[in-house]
């Protein structure tokens, strides 16, 4: 498993320990029940059928389950999936340790929180620094766990923190290159921006939207954060609903999501930070699974287009 | 002027005493500067030009004035506009009344407020109840006499309240009919549902958007003030989470901003409800000005549609 | 089946008679036919699926039989299924009423022809009564049993008629509340506006389109009756053209297949009215199907939206 | 006046006669009235303003009158205009034929109407034939005089028999080169498509829209009067039908005003007749007046673009 | 054979030589894989399944074989599939012509390249002459053999070539009905406008995208090349940028392709032309499939629109 | 002068040295011609009228003239605007330097150059660097003066290079962040990407399109540059056509010009680039003339949004 599961070609024998990401009872058009497994480990995904199941099996193969897997690799309709020969839950005796098994952020967590501590500590002014530490403070636990989204982009364990300091670093490499951008304000919206999805999103893993999620949103949620915090540090002045604005239009149009656009500088910016990051995230995992001279597949959240790698490329 | 502005027809002679609503500098392109006034009494409002002009005449005919005018009606592009021979500002001794010459809602302030505290008076929910009661309190003075918007629909004085008035009758009218819904919601969405139009506009006259108003709108301030509501009154449970998403969605549509569309049964009525209460308030209005076999002039906020008084209504 | 078919929940064994609304022939992926059956009661319906079937259970199980069915209820993707164990064709031993068996309206047919002659009864204005009546009269007998659609809202039996009787009550409150409609045009319009439905559409069961109704479309063959209707009274004057004009502006816009907008007041009011009684009779059969605290399917004909059923709601 | 209002050029000297196409009151900003003219003669028009008009001048320079002009050209925003040194209204005394001064179709009325009676004549289905000469005996006279719109495209006396003349010829060029097209239903489309202009529109001159044509159109009018003429007549059969079908949809989409999109082959080349033909006018009328070269005006009708006329045509 | 597939009704047996334009595996959800197949022969295609396949089935029933194929034609899902009872593929016993089984343009490719040439002979702008004389004889050999696409309209051997040969036809009748139509420019344009896709596609069956056609498509090519022949031919002159811009402007706009619309009389003619026989080619295909008094099944390309086939045509 | 135009506020007297940047005549509402002036220092650009004008002043006040002006700043709806009292063109007795009044970047062309230089000599790939360097040596001379754009953004002397370095040193920043972008593609694709513009416009001063820019564009003629580029270089490899996908999609989306959308890793990277250096650009300018607490101006080409500058901004 050293180089992980993009490694593996069509026909490649497997055998391995991986983890139940998902699993998703069909029936099939002959009537009988079967789980479409999506598996992973540390380096990717992939997806598998288990055919004629039974009910025992159907809640052994649950999601966050791991398991001994024993297949190979087929080709459906241009992706790779997994053809399972023999399947089993492993046992103490296997001596797996899941966190192995699962897609995390490429940096340690206490990492990311002494950086994004860091910039916090960077901050001039005052308010601006006390709400961004208190709502930070506040939902860290779930906030260092989290992944930035249940699907297309950071949708791993620690995936919101991992974007919120790839955008950090973004963002000051961006400010030192336009001196009139204000870092505080363009920190804390980073920051911010989308720390509302610890109430919009379930839990780190089988990640789903729960009820406040579907009927406000977590921009919604995060703007009517950082007014309760405001109140209760006793912190008032404009900054407050500068910061409520740059959360409430990160996304740039009505039609995406912000009944506001951007109408303050920084808000632009972090809009801008916001979706480079998040498309190079994409970009780069589609990648890496192609080789040069490849298209990769369609890639829904990047407007449903493939990529290509050029050959002069590695 | 028993019969209002509406009344004059092209040529004829005016003599009255009217309001300046709103009143712009300009330049003619001969270089001299001239005010466009918009002048209205009880029942309507009429344009007129004020040529070259000096700074006291600017300082003069500002709006909130009350003027006594002498002129007669033209035709502009099949639009009547008001050709001044004579103005000048009212003194004491004209005896005028400023509330007379200003549009307002067709009923009082006291029996609006009546109705909408008989409408909370009956809901059965008490976090319901508690926090519409709440909110209107804390924000009655400038609800009774705001306008429902700076133009478009119900912009007079006291116009927010009425449109509140009118939906709440439509709303048990319906309720009555559909008996599946739930009248609390709906009671409450309809009396909420504009209110952070207290804050998102300047005040009743010479009505302007505010920066908060500019940079978080009407929708998000008052799902802010309904969670502080409801932490200020100790109140938890489901209510508030769809209270604050009936306020959020009542725009039907991200394009139109509501960032989350209706997914409640009584936010999608009361979406229905404003629409169709301001549309029917926009037609009127405009129909009222045409005689039957004419058509109106272009509604901007009705598609820019016109529409066609038939020859058998009166 | 006292309760119905949406009473039973997962797991349930069933024991009941049913009628096959619809029945469509696939090929499995193992390329044996299968048939997918919509079952109905008088409350609602389900899908259910015949495996492996002969060219003999093609003929037998098709639209408009009557069935006995033993099974019980799956989920599939969220939805329930009927698992069909055991079917049969009922003979006369069964002793079973078709009419017992098919959704219809909740109104006797007789009971909304009387309520809609009365409304026409109340018009003053002797040409839009004349036409109505006329036109009614005419098409009376597929009028009182079509359905409203082939999909999406009041698609059960007789509820062309019953969509009209609801939006007649509707038209009269809202009439009550605004009195400057012109009641005569509104209940003309609301009979009318659909009638071209029962050319449009082939019958009040296993219902598709006519060819007419494909190449010209229900709201182009109404006005062409209404043309005709007034030719045949010998009636003349501004009335037809407006009543065409309901009629022709009821779906609001040109890409909802209205070649012109209303630009009358009561069509504007005739398209919200229209609108609001669907909207409410598609959400009340969507929630009817869930408990407090959960999410329906998503209803394709509501923008693909799913809604919400508070907890505090019963 | 040989060569037309177009040949002359920035700063030429004009003494010629002009017939005023419409007439149009204004307020200048500095508060006095004026006229904007279209004049035109035979070849095309040109606009023109008088300044400081006395309500004398108002009636006497209304649309539909011939004057004597003297002038200049000028240029006003890349647009030639017309500086009036002098105008008067013509007398007997000038012996100016109107008809000499108007825009009208290349070739005479009698011309074009044989032309169209030729290709009834050449109709083999006689439905077709009969119900197509029965409409245009009808609106015979009207038809022959009206434009094709009131701008745009074909907006000169006899421009929409013109239109129809030169998309007959089309329609043959075009049925020869792919034999399956059915010549009746196409010549028939084509002769019918807009003729229910004639009540859509006021008249030949000085054109409007009438109230029918606001409230309806010019489409669901003429579709109105195929049915009618096949009661007439005594024709039933699917010829009525298609080519009610074939009006209905000759603006190709809904957001155009065709609630039905072409489906029937005939339908769809129809569509694409209409538009060809229209469009080649307006590019040649538009670019007849640049040189080589140069760029047109934009063009409001087909999608405000400009048209280049290459260096090396002439 | 001798009329063909679509000959056949639904129960007719089968007992023909086809060709396999395109061969898909697939995973049935039993688990085992099969083959999607597109028989052809000369007249038109059908669809096919084979179940249960071996891997030396899936490489022996690959793209561009013949097959002797037994079956039945069977409806599936309103289309006709044939259910494949016996297959194999042929061999020289069977003496049978590949190219007998392959749709085709219905001229012969001598035929075509006459009637171009003599096209191109009847111009008289020498540079126009020379540009599009030599682009062709540089890519006659696969110009000569391509489709014009991949699917939706002239998808056969020498489609691209037949394409534009009746384009050139539809060139010439328009061009005399519209004389200021520059005819060197329409017929160039014409045959240069899709010959880029020489390049954009692999070859003349089993058609797939290169990737220089993925990235910059048969536009940008072409118009490179019509540079590229400039240069090579030592020509100057406006020529070269209007020949480029046609076929730049092709797709009419820049949401199909085109980055600059039409800005010259022969670009706005030619991409109606292009669409006019690309749309009658779709539909005829499409009307040849089904009987008088039927509709057609949707075509994707066409706005995924049915059509009619009326009764009173044959 | 020291400050600048936008120091001045409402009211201030003028007395200053100011190049006329472009000049427009009018015809006022009383049919006296005036001139709009757009005049320029060093550091922004106002509006001025000059009323009731002789030929002699059209021909004298003409664009890429110095003057000098007495007068005072007027508010106009908003916006500043310069009254003219006393206006002179400039002798040599002045002893004004054109370049002293004219907006340019805030580099020097030759560091420009220098930088630019030092990133094509950082490329590692021979047939990227020779490309670009031997494009970037054939159009320097115009490259270097240019503006961006004829309005908008960078729409100043040297704008085009002063927008390529501020790109190229974005595109470094971010290549350090996301190690595996291709910096020669990055830093090629933004020497190329808006090059052809020195094609498209008509020059450094009084920028318009030309034929050229109409007809094909900036992003086809750079396009056509590269393949020439490559042809006389010798160059052949997969780097020429993706240096033409990255100029080719570099808009984004076929809307915005871009007939296909960026489909290589640093094709989309380019994109964004491009936009956030063109944004913060034009923000910058446009906050630069509001003090803190207030909105800019409405700025079109950012959707027509008005940015707020925070109070606690300085």
């Known amino acids: ?3 992980g599961i993009y490694q593996y070609g069509v026909g490649d024998a497997i055998d391995t320990y991986m983890y139940i990401k998902s699993s998703t009872k069909g029936i099939a058009s002959n009537g009988k029940p079967f789980l479409s497994l999506v598996l992973s480990d540390k380096t990717g995904e992939i997806e598998a059928k288990l055919w004629d199941i039974s009910e025992a099996d159907e809640r052994q193969y649950a999601a966050e389950k791991a398991v001994r ?15 399972i020969r023999n399947i089993r839950v492993t046992t ?39 709400i961004t530490r208190h709502l930070l403070k506040k939902h860290q636990a ?15 364990l620690s995936g919101l923190a991992y974007h919120v300091v790839s955008m950090l670093d973004l963002a000051k490499a961006i400010a030192v290159l336009y001196p009139k951008l204000d870092k505080d304000l363009l920190y804390a919206g980073v920051i911010l921006h989308d720390l509302g999805k610890v109430m919009e999103l379930s839990g780190p893993a089988s990640t789903v939207y729960t009820v406040e999620g579907n009927l406000l949103g977590h921009i919604t949620i995060m703007v009517n954060e950082i ?4 109140d209760e540090l006793g912190i008032s ?34 809009h801008y930070i916001d979706n480079l990051d ?21 890639v829904f959240a990047l407007e449903n287009r493939s990529f290509y790698k050029p050959q002069f490329q590695k």
């Open 142 to 156: 779930e906030f260092i766990t989290y992944p930035a989204a249940t699907k297309n982009h950071h949708e791993f």
């Open 69 to 83: 897997i024993l297949g190979e690799i087929q080709n459906y309709r241009g992706r790779n999936q997994l053809k």
């Open 227 to 230: 007014g309760k915090a405001a």
């Open 237 to 270: 002045g404009e900054e407050i609903m500068i910061l409520q604005h740059l959360v409430l239009s990160h996304h740039g149009k009505a039609e995406w999501g912000s009944p506001k656009p951007p109408m303050v500088r920084e808000a632009e910016v972090l």
């Open 1 to 3: 498993m050293e180089n």
């Open 92 to 130: 103490e005796a296997d001596a797996v340790n899941l966190a192995d098994l699962i897609q995390t952020a490429p940096i340690s967590q206490d990492e990311m929180m002494q950086t994004i501590t860091q910039y916090i500590f960077e901050m001039t002014n005052p308010s601006i620094q006390r």
């Open 278 to 298: 998040a498309k190079i995230n994409m970009m780069d995992r589609s990648l890496d699974k192609v080789k040069p001279g490849e298209f990769t597949e369609r």
